[in-house]
Nanobody
Framework: QVQLVESGGGLVQPGGSLRLSCVAS????????MGWYRQAPGKQRELVAT???????NYADSVKDHFTISRDNAKNTVYLQMNSLKPEDTAVYYC???????????????WGQGTQVTVSS
């Protein structure tokens, strides 16, 4: 019913930048919260940043000085601008959204399939 599709990952040198995008489609009344998580090899999935529909944001301490999350509510799209990338930012980045499929419905969490970000020289 709801699909999240990420794009924008790739290989970048340390100090470089990437911009991730995630589009939510399907039966969506409200994508109240959208965000990004990441999972590095051998590690647990961790929060990167979230943004709610009023524009309020939350960041992990490790990224708040060089990542910026934004969203386009009309397009149900969330972005992650990643600057000054470091090797430790290497991970699979997953898009997440809390979605209502109709007014008053419960909120469900949906995940994208992930996009690889590799920071290496």
């Amino acid at each position: 019913q709801v699909q999240l599709v990420e794009s924008g990952g790739g290989l970048v040198q340390p100090g470089g930048s990437l911009r991730l995008s995630c589009v939510a489609s399907g039966r969506i009344f409200s994508a109240y919260l959208m965000g990004w998580y990441r999972q590095a090899p051998g590690k647990q999935r961790e929060l990167v940043a979230t943004i709610i529909s009023d524009g309020s944001t939350n960041y992990a301490d490790s990224v708040k000085d060089h990542f910026t999350i934004s969203r386009d509510n009309a397009k149900n799209t969330v972005y992650l601008q990643m600057n000054s990338l470091k090797p430790e930012d290497t991970a699979v980045y997953y898009c997440n959204s809390l979605v209502q499929i109709y007014a008053g419905s419960p909120t469900f969490a949906y995940w994208g399939q992930g996009t690889q970000v590799t920071v290496s020289s």
